[in-house]
């Protein structure tokens, strides 16, 4: 028996002014699997995850989270729902440690407010699941830095453990590698592998580098000029002469 989609998408469309953005798409996301979204510059795919994840309302068409349509949530009930966003998580607090913000993302996800009359050190726990999250992302020898001192790398994997410290069951991930030093891309690469690994989550990611989706996707969906020409294995979408044209032109396609 197939399984109901975790996130289903039903002629998802948005028009600004003239323009039509994204064009009808119409995308099923099984559960715990890898799915890329990939475009030349222009296709939709950001705008298409800003309609996922509630940053934008669709002229037309429907979002489902495991059924459910959600199309008229908000970010903030989606991400209450388990869709996490990367760039949704900007209250990082640059005067605090790496460990603290991590830490302040388990406690809100535990629903445990602040309490004038009780140290968060007696919330061991907290920081035990923390440092464990940091571990993860590899900045475990960081955990007492102010944030403020971390490079353009280490903060994209403080983003990724305060995202999981959320635990969301569906990762949405916006070019995770953009603006890195080339010598850091490896790292966060391992680390979006080992969670997809545990097959525990489901992650949806947009990302330019081929050589990474392929080896990642379980499938990979492509937009092209706002609609989706093709969704298959990473084997059949490197095949596909349909996106190859799409994105090197009819004169590239037999080269």
């Known amino acids: 028996m197939t399984p109901l989609p975790i996130i289903?998408?039903?002629?998802?469309?948005?028009?600004?002014?003239?323009?039509?953005?994204?064009?009808?798409?119409?995308?099923?996301?099984?559960?715990?699997?890898?799915k890329s979204?990939?475009?030349?510059?222009?296709?939709?795919?950001?705008t298409f995850f800003n309609m996922i994840s509630g940053q934008y309302r669709p002229t037309e068409g429907s979002v489902f989270f495991k059924g459910k349509d959600i199309t008229s949530l908000s970010p903030a009930l989606r991400t209450k729902l388990g869709i996490g966003r990367s760039f949704q998580l900007t209250n990082v607090f640059p005067s605090?440690?790496?460990?603290?913000?991590?830490?302040?993302?388990?406690?809100?996800?535990?629903?445990?407010?602040?309490?004038?009359?009780?140290?968060?050190?007696?919330f061991s726990e907290l920081e035990d699941r923390a440092y464990g999250l940091l571990k993860m992302v590899l900045l475990d020898t960081r955990w007492n830095v102010p944030v403020s001192t971390l490079t353009h790398g280490e903060?994209?994997?403080?983003?990724?453990?305060?995202?999981l410290a959320l635990e969301p069951e569906v990762l949405l991930l916006d070019e995770p590698t953009a603006g890195m030093a080339l010598e850091e891309v490896p790292s966060i690469l391992e680390i979006i592998r080992e969670i997809k690994n545990r097959r525990d989550k489901t992650i949806l990611l947009v990302e330019h580098k081929m050589d990474v989706l392929m080896a990642l996707s379980d499938s990979i969906a492509v937009l092209h000029e706002g609609r989706l020409i093709a969704d298959n294995t990473p084997e059949?979408?490197?095949?596909?002469?349909?996106?190859?044209e799409a994105y090197f032109g009819k004169d590239r396609t037999h080269g």
């Open 37 to 46: 979204i990939i475009g030349p510059n222009g296709a939709g795919k950001t």
């Open 96 to 122: 605090l440690s790496v460990l603290e913000n991590v830490r302040l993302a388990v406690q809100s996800q535990r629903n445990i407010g602040f309490n004038f009359w009780k140290n968060y050190l007696h």
């Open 236 to 244: 059949a979408i490197s095949q596909n002469h349909q996106v190859q």
């Open 155 to 163: 903060q994209r994997k403080l983003e990724m453990a305060i995202l």
């Open 8 to 34: 289903e998408t039903k002629d998802l469309t948005i028009r600004f002014g003239g323009h039509v953005a994204v064009d009808h798409v119409s995308l099923q996301i099984p559960p715990f699997t890898f």
